[in-house]
């Protein structure tokens, strides 16, 4: 075989990994992300189920699921505090 042969079968094998790679990589993201919003509407769930004995009742949709999942108990008690104070 001659060298230009192997070099392009190595640039191909090295642009197959870096397509496959990212393929995985994005859709590991899409994975994290909806695994998030997913703990985030259940920690809301858990605030309400909580909070209603206090008055305390925040809505439960993609904003506040956003947020609560991807800042976690920090972000629920920013919920919470945000409910009361300014709502």
């Not at 919003?37 to 956003?66: K, M, Y």
């Amino acid at each position: 075989m001659s060298p230009f042969i192997i070099i392009a079968i190595i640039c191909g094998l090295l642009l197959l990994l870096l397509v496959a790679g990212l393929s995985t990589k994005v859709f590991r993201w899409i994975g994290l992300s909806f695994m998030k919003l997913l703990i985030g509407a259940l920690f809301l769930f858990f605030l309400n189920a909580i909070g209603n004995q206090f008055g305390l009742a925040v809505p439960i949709n993609l904003i506040t699921s956003a947020i609560s999942g991807f800042l976690g108990l920090p972000g629920v008690a920013a919920l919470a505090i945000i409910q009361l104070w300014i709502f």
